[in-house]
């Protein structure tokens, strides 16, 4: 089975930038779709954007145009870049992918 290992989650202050990564140990080309959800505190996991091996990426509405996912083929990873961060963006951050997911990596976004 395969397994993701997340990074760059962190506390950042509003307005402020962070890049997660998740990679695999096996050939993410392999893999369809690879992607985040997030869990804040007392809600349910969310859906935040996904990318296929096509490159098709979906983003749900709250973060378009903040986020971008990115797949990098030779790192056997998937990125996440989220810019102009709010606190409602804060969260624990899992990445799928291959029937799996990763551990999670807490983003916490704070004056």
């Known amino acids: 089975q395969v397994k993701l290992v997340e990074n760059g989650g962190g506390l950042v202050q509003p307005g402020g930038s962070l890049t997660l990564s998740c990679t695999a140990s096996?050939?993410?080309?392999?893999?369809?779709?690879m992607g985040w959800y997030r869990q804040a505190p007392g809600k349910q996991r969310e859906m935040v954007a996904y990318?296929?091996?096509?490159?098709?990426?979906n983003y749900v509405d709250s973060v378009k145009d903040r986020f971008i996912i990115s797949r990098d083929n030779t790192k056997n990873a998937i990125v996440l870049q989220m810019n102009s961060l709010k606190p409602e963006d804060t969260a624990v951050y899992y990445c799928?992918?291959?029937?799996?997911w990763g551990q999670g990596t807490q983003v916490t976004v704070s004056p």
């Open positions: 990318i296929t091996w096509s490159g098709y990426a």
């Open positions: 799928f992918g291959g029937g799996t």
């Open positions: 096996m050939v993410i080309s392999e893999i369809e779709t």
